[in-house]
């Protein structure tokens, strides 16, 4: 019996969930920490974490189309956590506002950006994210 061996694909696919599962524990952390007792804001901690090691489990375990559409989720997710920490940085949000850029906060964005950086190039891969090689034995999609 032979084993597949893993392609580029495979490799930025497995990349991005634990790039996912990262972006998850980060989250999880700053609600450990100090987000608990915001309200809104912690639960929505909470729910990122969550969604982050949901789209992590799911993207880890499918290929194809179904690999895509599970990044652009986590692109999704993580551009809207971007996108609240920048929303935090200049006004209030759900009343809460990060007043400053503590490490974990840095580490958060620079986490993220990176993210979707990874899910991007999976989502615009050229090779055959099936792992397949067809008949030609190119290993890439038709056009």
Do not use: C, W
């Not at 790039?19 to 901690?45: A, K, Y």
């Not at 997710?77 to 850029?101: C, D, H, K, Q, W």
């Amino acid at each position: 019996m032979t084993h597949p061996s893993l392609t580029h694909t495979d490799l930025v696919r497995y990349t991005g969930v634990a790039l996912l599962l990262v972006v998850g524990g980060i989250h999880l952390q700053q609600f450990e920490g100090p987000l608990r007792p915001v309200p809104t804001i912690g639960p929505l901690f909470v729910l990122n974490a969550v969604g982050a090691a949901a789209l992590a489990l799911v993207l880890a375990g499918v290929r194809g189309d179904l690999a895509r559409l599970t990044a652009l989720a986590g692109i999704a997710m993580t551009l809207g956590g971007l996108a609240a920490l920048a929303i935090t940085r200049v006004t209030v949000l759900f009343n809460y506002s990060e007043p400053t850029l503590r490490p974990a906060v840095t580490l958060a964005a620079v986490v993220e950006v990176i993210t979707v950086a990874a899910l991007s190039t999976l989502v615009l891969m050229d090779d055959d994210i099936q792992g397949a090689t067809g008949a030609s034995g190119s290993g890439r999609r038709p056009k």
